[in-house]
DNA sequence: GTTCAGGTCCGAT
DNA sequence: ATCGGACCTGAA
């Protein structure tokens, strides 16, 4: 089935290209990704966003995984209450803030550390061909990402063909307590942010930032602030005494709009 | 050859 | 508690 929703609502480009994600591609004229086992396509024409690759019976899926039930004019509007804020959502409106798989995001933002993201998505792309599964119907030969479950029992020595480096390590020990249920994601999901950032943060190579980025881009807590060295340019600048009122409760939406904006105007200064 | 990139760990104060 | 240096890898 196709999903369509208008493009004023949803940016595929501004949302696939803010950094939450690393396994959506552009192509000439749309974006193909894979995420929940499946390969999904994107276009945009004529003021129309299609989403193809839908099975029928997972649209209720697709809307969640896409946000495409939530009206962010409303978020827009609380947020231009500050200059700034509404500068940046003006530049960059249409972001929707993804709910992608817990334990893909997980490993991705570990090693997302102190990385680039060309880089960042080649790992993430041989784990997922090293250990993830064809997806059958699919155009071109694509790799699910393996569920923990999968990766469970597996040594450093095993992802030496990943050439993550010192990352390993934390990956490895991502999987062990995944899996041995020390950290579970349905707890993760029912607790407040600081409790569930305690919790991710048990395990070895998420700090703040990773957890924050977890907590937001897989488990939508919208009051997650992942603070990387993006946001933190911005927050010495803009908002040296901390985050103005209007973001209470959506701090993270605030965080992707200020993330794309001051990405996007230092591309422009750059060139 | 050097530097740098979506941070975190670890050991020294 | 806070702070600085080290860290795999590979592209610029």
């Known amino acids: 089935m196709k999903i369509c929703v208008s493009a004023e609502q949803f940016s595929p480009r501004r949302t696939f290209l803010c950094g ?28 129309i966003v299609t989403i193809d690759g839908v099975p029928d019976n997972e649209e209720r899926l697709w809307r969640q995984y896409f946000d495409f039930d939530t009206d962010y004019s409303e978020y827009i509007l609380r947020l231009s209450a500050d200059p700034t804020l509404e500068l940046a959502c003006r530049a960059s409106s249409g972001i929707h803030i993804l709910r992608q798989e817990p334990f893909e995001t ?33 155009a071109q030969s694509c790799f699910s990402f393996p569920s923990a479950r999968r990766l469970d029992g ?22 062990r307590r995944i899996n041995s249920g020390e950290v579970d994601f349905s707890e993760i ?34 009051d997650a602030f992942p603070k990387d060295v993006w946001v933190k340019r911005i927050m010495a600048q803009y908002y040296p005494d901390g985050l103005p009122e209007c973001t209470l409760g959506i701090e993270g939406v605030a965080q992707q709009y200020l993330f794309d904006y001051i990405r996007n105007k230092t591309a422009f200064l750059n060139n």
């Open 20 to 47: 939450q994600c690393f396994r959506w591609t552009e192509t000439s004229d749309s974006f193909t990704g894979i995420a929940y086992g499946r390969q999904i396509s994107v276009t945009e024409q004529n003021g």
């Open 154 to 175: 597996i040594e450093e020595g095993d992802l030496a063909p990943l050439r993550a480096g010192f990352r390993v390590r934390y990956i490895v020990d991502a999987v």
């Open 189 to 222: 999901d029912a607790l407040s942010l600081d409790k569930a950032r305690e919790r991710l943060k048990t395990i070895v190579g998420v700090g703040d930032k990773v957890a924050d980025c977890v907590l937001l881009f897989a488990f939508h807590k919208l």
């Open 106 to 138: 997980l490993l991705s933002f570990i090693i997302s550390q102190n990385n680039n993201i060309p880089r960042i998505s080649g790992i993430v792309g041989r784990l997922c061909e090293t250990f993830g599964d064809a997806i059958e119907d699919s």
